[in-house]
């Protein structure tokens, strides 16, 4: 049963205005702090990735007093670094008609109407400042000989938009960050914590004042107390236990604050990556993401006819099928990444998969060798088929690679206003964790440019109108306040009812089967009967979770059994908000398929009659009856249509 | 596949640490040497014993976050590999493989296998950037990098701070690890304005931490997951004196340094 509040909590404050000039009307009439008074501010960031480590570093430059922590044990190795592809810019140095409008546009209809268009203006307008300011960092891109920055284009863009360093455009853009934090920490302007986990947002009469963390090393349980806390920590596609992520990427701060208060906005917008290497086995921890800008010049394809074993070279061209270029011949391979992961799960589920378990399609660089010449091809990916080789023994320049999707990206996350700050004053959110940008799915090149834009140009200005409109310098805080107390307490409590169930399964062995509920039910196709029997399962397992997990070890010392366990308990819940709001938005969209809402062409179906909001949950105290809040979406500028890729 | 594992044990930073030896089965060929050890730490945690502590995080090579000595080298035998991409099939069936942490003064073992590298970190506060505050940047395309020099920042800034060059360095020098970021801020035009400053700093820093000098052994080189070549570090050299030699002369001509 899904309760609805009477009256939702929620208010955008979108500035008035037409939407050209709604940032630049807002940054205009914003209040300021007095550059004498930012350093008596202390911020705390949670998270050191490109949303995090961004707005650090530039909160550090503007004189702010701040603390920033990670769970790594240095800020360089926060998840953004795995980003391969690129970054999108409304630069237009192609000169092939694109624009801050185009940018817009294609990321509203991108996320297939579920976003806010508002922020997505703002988003495509700061892209171009982002280039500007990753170039003067000494950020390697890729260069024409002229010496100009070069372009491609990718997934789903008809410009060449993306600028990229190799196939490591993350690494060198979160390098690119956390050179920029690090020249805080030396100016004493930015502390860091490294190695600590948040586990509670402490709140002090309603505003978020301040953090509670284990230290992952002592397991000590610190308390830190701020004016303000950002919150940064990515997305939650670890649910599904096998993903893209990093093993260590979880929802855990995020959800701390959601049972504090913030309300999470469309769990059920979870994106599954076309273009991965297939599972090999059950022992696996991960799943590697090839980059979809090797969509550019791969070609996909099943073989005709079902069930054919010979391997690729032995199936001659008449009888391959090139299934994305047959059914969508406008975009071909470069359709979004929805819509192919989708294509390619029907391929195999209607028995049309190669590889040993059925499940890949091929992605052939055949043609692109004949028609670039190897060395061409080496030098656009020549360390991704590396890569590949080296974990699948096989090597893409002699075969075609076999793909597949897998989780990826999480376009839900805690809810925002325009100023990113949620629902809790104080409390801003940044990045993958907040679920403002990308509405139903996510267009690729799109998450860096997201979280650089939130912590270098948007949260700089609009942390400053919340601190000034505050009384927060009159009230300070410290930990000696009784909220600290009461959630050092609380952390302790869970800590020791998890060292202390000693059970018999491992953690890893729940988190393995949450993950199959999640991806079998919640993952890239969902129905009614499917997602409440997730749902029930879901509650089942976490009732064995708490009463026979084994965590082993003590809660005084390094523990990654511990750290886990904390992380599952709380997928244990998340994951049942995600398939409740799977199971409550009645149409598909974007990322959310579900199977009784389609085109007669298997295409995603929405109901914008009764579903174009976001829909926002505040945690009850029980986990299966949350309270569901909307944001009701308005689409003055793109007109709501029918996505076509065809 | 089965293995007899040897591994490295120590249950903190000032614990006196041992080898000890586990039997694994069940292992596949395309496993990585990490997901060995998680099978193996599954077992410990229903025997009761305590896992074995290592740090992984990304799981294909680019976070730097794992790095393990196995078999005597860091990262294993393979060439431009991370432990975390190091596949058992590279491993004999039924032999021995031995695991420790990544060894050196300067990286102090915290548990087992896990060690503190927070001496990168320090080097590159020490100057490891451009000083450029967010919003003073000018159009990205009005300073232009020619390819052939964007291409070689490229390979110096593909470095993913893991620690392998000073776990193989006989000297546990941290030279691969500073030449790199000290190259690609000196070959691009962005870097230029703090050349000197940032090549002193760094290598100052370096020494600081109690790293060994660099003596051409070029162990790092081969055990960089990245490739990073060790001309980076006669860059880094030319670069410190030069800077050196500048210092100087702006010291006797009175301008400070």
Redesign the interface.
Known sequence: MIKVAEESILNANIPDGPIESKWKTHKANIKLVSPANKRKYTVIVVGTGLAGG?AA??LG?LGYNVLNFCI??????A?S??AQGGINAA?N?QNDGDSVWRLFYDTVKGGDFRAREANVYRLAELST?I???????????????????ANRSFGGAQVSRTFY??G?TG??LL?GC???L??Q??AGRVK?F?RREMLDLVLVDGAARGIVCRNL?TGAVESYAADAVLLATGGYSTVFFLSTN???CNVTAAWRCHKKGALFANPCYTQIHPTCIPL??E????L??MSESLRNDGRVWVPKKKGDTRPASEIPEGERDYFLERIYPAFGNLVPRDIASRAAKRMCDTGYGVGGTGYSVYLDFGDAIQRLGRDVVRDRYGNLF??YH????ESPYEMPMRIYPAPHYTMGGLWVDYNLMSNIPGLHVLGEANFSDHGANRLGASALMQGLADG??VI?YTLGHYLAGSDVLKNKVTTDHPAFKASVAAVNEQTKRLVGARG?R?V??FHWQLGRIMWDHVGMARNEKGLEGAIRDIRALREEFWRDV?V??SDG??N??LEFAGRVADFMEQGELMALDALHRKESCGGHFREEFQTPEGEARRDDQNFCYVGAWQWSGNASEPVLHKEDLEFDYVHLAQRSYK | MKFNVKVWRQSGPNAKGGFKQYAVDGILPEMSLLEMLDVLNEQLTKQGEEPVAFDSDCREGICGTCGLVVDGMAHGSRLKCTTCELRMRHFVDGGTVTIEPFRAKSFPVIKDLVVDRGAFDRIMAAGGYVSVNAGSAPDANAVLVPKDIAEKAMDSAACIGCGACVAACPNASASLFVSAKITQFSLLPQGQAERERRALRMVGQMDQEGFGNCSNHAECEAACPKGISISNIATMRREYMRAARLHEERAEAGGGG
């Open positions: 961004a570093a530039s430059e790594q044990d240095t800020p360089r190795r998840h670094v795995a630069k140095y400042n280039i500007d300011q990753c170039a003067a960092q000494g950020v390697p891109f890729a260069r024409e000989y002229g010496g100009t920055l360093a190799r490591q690494q060198q390098l956390y050179s920029s690090m020249r920490v030396d860091l490294t090393v990093a093993v260590n090999a086995g022992s696996q921890s991960k590697t993401l590396d890569m080296e974990i699948t023994g270098y140009f700089p018999k491992t890893r062995d084994n082993g070890g010392d390094f990654k059994n």
